[in-house]
């Protein structure tokens, strides 16, 4: 299958999936191999990768030697804050520098605050960061974080947690259609068809932790998503067939076929 190119680094995965809410770091780890994924992100004020000496860290589990971390600023409301969280991720993790950014709107529903956001992803482009940034689905908004210098735009499906899945597909497209960086579904996917429409959509990957994680499988969802993922993609690069809502077509040609007066008069 082709790969998922994002800051010049290819990944055979389009499966990036988040490391919290699971019971414990074993869990999180046989997950993270039933998805295949390659890319973990860290949530950097609530997982210790070493900030906390003498606590059980992610590290352990998820060492840097077999998976790209992706240090997030989870929990961040303004750009200030994600921009100092991000500078600890680098000097945690020896001059890291790709990082997922999402500034928050307020505590309730996570929505993003893009102006916030936009502020941040500037400043941290300029120091080298390469971001893969949390949006709404706002196709503006998308494009002037592009612009910004961003290597992946991430619009939300619905609400983080949500579980809703797509609500507006057609702001995604617009999104997609449009982008020059690597689009990818960040946030509200529920299930394995979630994720299968973001593909099928043309995103170049979806993003997930609380789906997995809150399943009552979560190693089993992590493998259905696996699946979910790699047949959308297929299906994208396929193209799915015209829909037609007016009238029906039958799947074999009927071109040629003997008609009953016709089988009649040559059995005579």
Request: charged fraction near 20%; proline fraction near 6%.
């Amino acid at each position: 299958m082709d790969k998922l190119v994002i800051g010049e680094r290819p990944f055979r995965s389009r499966l990036i999936v988040g490391t919290g809410k699971y019971k414990d770091f074993e869990q999180t780890r046989a997950a993270i191999d039933a998805g295949g994924a390659e890319i973990v992100t860290v949530a950097i004020r609530r997982t210790n990768i070493g900030q906390s000496a003498g606590e059980p860290s992610l590290l352990d589990y998820v060492p840097p030697s077999q998976f790209t971390l992706l240090p997030n600023t989870a929990g961040c409301y303004t750009a200030r804050d994600a921009v100092r969280t991000l500078r600890l991720a680098r000097e945690l993790l020896d001059g890291h520098d790709l990082v997922k950014l999402e500034v928050l709107g307020d505590p309730e529903t996570l929505y993003p605050n893009v102006i916030e956001t936009l502020s941040a992803a500037e400043t941290l482009v300029k120091e080298g960061f390469k971001v893969m940034v949390y949006t709404s689905d706002d196709p503006i908004v998308a494009k002037q974080l592009e612009d910004a210098g961003c290597v992946a735009i991430m619009p939300l499906a619905s609400l983080i947690g949500s579980g809703m899945g797509i609500l507006n597909p057609w702001n995604l497209q617009i999104i997609i259609d449009n982008a020059d960086v690597p689009v990818v579904v960040d946030a509200g996917v529920g299930t394995a068809s979630d994720a299968a429409i973001a593909m099928e959509l043309g995103c170049d990957a979806v993003l997930m932790n609380t789906a997995i994680a809150a399943a009552q499988d979560p190693v089993l969802m992590a493998s259905a998503m696996r699946k979910a993922i790699e047949a959308g993609r297929e299906a994208y690069l396929a193209g799915r067939m015209p829909k037609k809502s007016y009238r029906a077509a039958p799947s074999s040609p009927t071109a040629g076929i003997i008609g009953p007066s016709e089988a009649g008069d040559k059995a005579a």
